[in-house]
């Protein structure tokens, strides 16, 4: 198994497709990430099932 994934996700600001890396390895994990289209930056929430599959949350940070 791969201990990284990418996910294909809007971007909850300019609502342009955005690719995050994550991170497989750990079963939950926080963090900030800006856009690569707006720069903007974005609030994202992982949580990994028992079967390595990513649930992966984003909403605007700050805004």
Excluded: F, K
Excluded at 30 to 59: F, K, L, M, N, T
């Amino acid at each position: 198994m791969n201990p990284l994934e990418v996910v294909e996700l809007m971007c909850p600001w300019c609502s342009e497709p955005i690719s995050l890396t994550v991170d497989v390895t750990e079963s939950e994990q926080d963090y900030s990430e800006d856009c690569g289209v707006c720069c903007s930056p974005i609030a994202v929430h992982v949580d990994v099932g028992d079967e390595g599959a990513p649930q992966v949350r984003v909403e605007r940070e700050g805004g």
